[in-house]
């Protein structure tokens, strides 16, 4: 499809390609995606969204595909910026909304220039037995601790090879790499599926890391946020405590819209 129009967005260097859908009825092919977001023939973007009508009581579906071409699970710094998206186009007024996602609904706050994004409410890390963490925070997540921030280089060789593990081979895993800076703030490096390269944020990992690091210490009991350091910016997970266990988990941060144009094909 031809004279596409988009609008370029990102949230702390995590970058997408945002689309109005609802009107036009677009089905992208793979390929049609992997062009669009290909960074030297195309707009260039870690993937591509699309804002799509929902019944009520949502304003609007989001449909998300990674820089591959492949329909993706949820993303939470795109959940952040199509959040963002929507309220321009009009979808919602005021300062929430209610969306529906790959992984279910979500609500969302604009507060103070930032976007607040309330994640899956299943979301949970669990230990493994070499004290690294895996579990599913809207997409799946392997932490892994490092003792201080690693280069991008590092994340492509380590977590690369985490990805292509025989037990994550088909359906891949985003690898993040985790590194203490105090009590309350965490480094966090993504290597995501779909992209197949380290991305400068990832929102699903920053809250799969948080959830992580509660589980893994235990004087976060007493605490219900935690502020992220990644590649592309600052970010913050809060969440409330419920019988000992986190919930309504918030990932907190800004959503960058960069340019608007029209793509030829």
């Known amino acids: 499809m031809n004279n596409i ?3 370029k967005y990102h949230g702390t260097g995590n970058d997408f390609i945002l689309i109005d859908n609802r009107a036009v009825g677009w089905k992208p092919t ?76 979500h609500q969302a706050w604009i507060k103070n220039g ?45 977590g690369y090879h985490i990805r292509h593990l025989p037990e994550f081979e088909k359906e891949g895993i985003n690898v993040n790499f985790v590194a203490p800076l105090n009590e309350n703030s965490l480094w966090v490096g993504t290597f995501e599926r779909g992209v197949e390269a380290p991305t400068f944020s990832c929102g699903t990992g920053v809250t799969a890391a948080a959830l992580a690091y509660v589980a893994k210490t235990s004087s976060q009991k007493e605490n219900n946020r935690i502020s992220i350091q990644v590649p592309g910016g600052n970010l913050e997970v809060q969440w409330t405590w419920i019988h000992g266990k986190t919930s309504k988990i918030l990932l907190i941060g800004p959503a960058t819209r960069v340019f608007e144009g029209i793509w030829k094909g």
């Open 30 to 105: 793979p390929e049609e995606v992997a062009a669009f977001c290909h960074r030297r023939f195309g707009v260039g973007a870690d993937g591509l969204m699309l804002v799509e009508n929902a019944e009520a009581p949502y304003d609007f579906r989001m449909v998300y595909f990674n820089s591959d071409g492949n329909e993706s699970s949820m993303c939470g710094n795109g959940g952040r910026c199509i959040v963002h998206f929507a309220h321009q186009l009009g979808i919602f007024t005021g300062e929430s909304t209610q969306f529906i996602a790959i992984d279910g609904p």
């Open 5 to 7: 129009p988009f609008t």
């Open 114 to 158: 930032f976007i607040q994004l309330e994640m899956c409410a299943s979301a949970e890390m669990k230990p493994l037995p070499n004290g690294d963490y895996i579990g599913n925070t809207g997409s799946p997540h392997y932490v892994q601790w490092v003792e201080q921030p690693i280069s991008l280089e590092e994340i492509q060789q380590r």
